[in-house]
């Protein structure tokens, strides 16, 4: 054993002494062990969250949907409804003659419609209604995540007008307001409406908004300022 000690000082090629030098040599170093585990739970964890980041980007995709609804007549109205079944939210895009789109939030889990009118700088807030939980639960009640249209028929379809009252005096900052209403009204005023049984003689209806729903009921909603 001492000469083979030896001899493995002075030359490692000597098939006789391949397993007489201590086994210190062929181990890893503990720095090079710790990093190499380091590497590897690095790349676990990365993995893991892109997977995360896929899964919830195909969960709020596979949320929206759009839908396309007909008039009376058969015709195609420039409206269309924009359904986010994770947040709650139903938003409709109602285009005018003149190619200006208005925009109407139904926020179901804050419980608030916001308008937004195509050729004023405002919006404008109330509280939803149990009519308007109704209407807007046949569109997030949908599981199929696709492209539909809605036929809605003449003599069935029921219409009406709601008026409501802006309150001058009660003018919001659109920074207290959550999403998605804080992103739409960031560059507006702010003001809250209440309902009314209309205008009367001596004010004027400054803009109406038409929503038709699938359940085949459509709203005229017009505004007009209330005094301060």
Not at 38 to 65: D, E, F, M, N, Y
Not at 121 to 129: A, I, T
Not at 213 to 221: A, G, L, Q
């Amino acid at each position: 054993m001492v000469r083979c000690w030896r001899h493995s000082e002075a030359s490692l090629e000597d098939p006789h002494c391949m397993h007489c030098g201590p086994m210190s040599s062929f181990r890893i170093p503990h720095k090079v062990l710790w990093g190499s585990l380091a590497v590897t739970l690095l790349i676990v964890v990365i993995g893991l969250g892109v997977t995360a980041h896929l899964g919830l980007q195909r969960k709020t995709q596979s949320s929206l949907q759009v839908v396309r609804i007909p008039d009376h007549t058969g015709e195609f109205i420039n409206q269309s409804a924009l359904i986010d079944k994770h947040n709650n939210v139903v938003t409709y895009f109602v285009t005018s003659h003149v190619n200006q789109t208005s925009t109407v939030i139904f926020d179901v889990r804050q419980g608030l419609v916001c308008y937004k009118p195509d050729n004023q700088d405002s919006c404008f807030l109330r509280r939803m209604e149990s009519l308007d939980y109704e209407n807007v639960k046949s569109h997030l009640n949908k599981s199929e995540t696709q492209v539909s249209q809605v036929w809605l028929v003449g003599n069935e379809t029921e219409r009406h007008t709601e008026f409501m009252g802006v309150l001058p005096s009660s003018r919001l900052d659109a920074s207290t307001l959550q999403e998605p209403l804080q992103s739409l009204c960031k560059q507006a005023s702010v003001y809250w409406t209440r309902r009314s049984d209309g205008p009367g003689k001596h004010r004027l209806i400054y803009f109406c908004i038409d929503i038709c729903f699938p359940s085949n009921i459509c709203v005229s909603v017009c505004f007009y300022y209330l005094p301060e």
